[in-house]
Structure formats: C-alpha cells, structure tokens
C-alpha cells in the first residue's frame, strides 16, 4: 500500500460510516411519523362545539336490562277520570263569561257569574281542576238551563288503549310496563297497565288494555295513533348499550369510544337485545363512555378520512 492508498482508506471509511448513519436516522424518522400518522388516523377529533352540532350523546357503559317484549299498537285518548262538565248550581241568567274554548284554567279560577231566578243574587261558577276549556256553551244574557256551561280537561295524564288479539291476551297483565312510540314523530313514553277490558271487540277481535301515561309536556295528542312494546320479562347483563350505538364498519359491527384523544372505533360482539338496548359479550368494559346516539356522524368522518389518504 502506497502513501495516497494510506491517506484514502480512512476517508472512504468514513463517509461509508456517516452516510450508513444518515440513512438510518432518516428510515427511523419516517418510520417514527408513519406510525404518528397511524396514531391519528385511528382518532376523530371533535370539539364540543361539533359535538353538540351532530346532536351527539354520550353514557356509559355498565349492568342492564334486556326487555322480553309484545309488540302491539294503540291510540291515545283523553283521561275520562280528569274531565269536568261544569254547570250552574242554580237555574239562573248568565252576567258575565270569563273563558272560552281553548284557555288554560285552574283549580277554584272563576269561568261565569250567574244570576239565580229565585233569589236575584250573583254567584260564580269555578273550575274544580287544572286544564283546558274544550267546550263552551255559555254566553252573557242566556239561561242556564239544564246543560253544561262548560268542559274542563287535563292533559296532564292521558290513557293509550292498546288492542290484543286473542292470541296475546293471556300475556298481559296489570302493572306491566309499556313503553310508548309516537308513529309520527321520535317521541316516546312509558306508563303501566292500569285496565284490561273483560270483553272483547267483535269488529276487530281485539281486546284493549289501557295504559296511564304522563303527559306533562303535553306530547301525546288524543286521537293519534302509537306503536306500543309490553314488557313481559327482563333479564340483567353485566354490559349493556344503546342498540343507537351500534354501527357496522367494513363488516364489524363497532361503537366509538371516547378517548383522551378523541374518538376510536371499536369492534364488539353482541348477545342479546330488546332492540333499544343490547348486551356486549367482548370488546368493551364497565366504565368506558361511548357515543350513544348519532354514531353515524363519526361513521360518515371516518369514510371521509379514508377516501382523503386513498388520494
């Protein structure tokens, strides 16, 4: 080996050793973001703000109930026991009305003022409940008579008439407990059965078992019909969710997860469900929150993602 060959081997050793060096350091850092870029892609990020916006519920998953149920249908109709047909004590002429059909009143408020016959004093009528007036046949100058002056109804509580066929009958039971689904709108209700009627209709075959629902918010209009679902049994599980939750993803059926960094798909296996909840057999643990109602709004970011990194 010559005095240049001396000098050269050192140098091509070298820079064989810093560029060896390099190229790791650059296959380390790619490999580092790829997996960073995995991280993420494997999160949908929300704010609250778009939380809110996407009507985006969360609960958290724990014990429950699955619900052995009758299907059946009803109509909703007003709470005979809560109507008042309100008439003059005394035969009389009417002085003053103070309602007409469609106002709220309460209990002991003045509706007329009558003059009796006999005695040519004046004397009010009052409300003896909260409601609406519904009917109105009271007008200055005319007499009383022998008719109702007014109806007076509380909505506050209605009654759904659920029909049974013969063949459902001898499932029904008082106390039961039903829950109620508007046909014409997403409300729903629950109340128990408080009658079951001891004849059945020869129109229809069917037999009604009332139920008493609670109508505070005054959603349940008298006359509209409603699907209606009789708990007949329930059977505790250890993990339950919303069957709103379940969403199916490339053939796995999966809910989102909240995280600390943000939402992640994860894939479940059901048991048994009632259709508004489902038992979890694998894939998830007591505690955890998950999206409950509009998981499609994550379903639908996640295929945006996927078409944005399939470009």
Known sequence: MNINDAIKTPIINAIFTFTL???????LAENDHGAEEEHEEGHIELTQEQIKHAGISLSQVGPGNIRETLPVYGVIKNNAEQVQSVSARFDGVIRSVNKKIGDHVAKGELLVTVEANESLKNYSVLSTLNGVITQRNANIGEQTADRALFVVEDFSTVWVDLSLFPKDVAKAALGQTVRIKSANNPATGEGKIIYISPQGNSTNQATTARVLLNNADNQWKPGLFVNAEITLSEVAASTVIQSEAVQLVEGETVIFIQGEEGFEPRSITLGRTDGETSEVLSGL?????????N????????GKEDAEHGH
Not at 21 to 27: D, R
């Open 21 to 27: 060096c390099f190229t790791s350091a650059v296959a």
């Open 285 to 293: 643990n007591a505690g955890e929150t998950y999206v409950a109602t």
């Open 295 to 302: 998981s499609f709004v994550l379903k639908s970011e996640m």
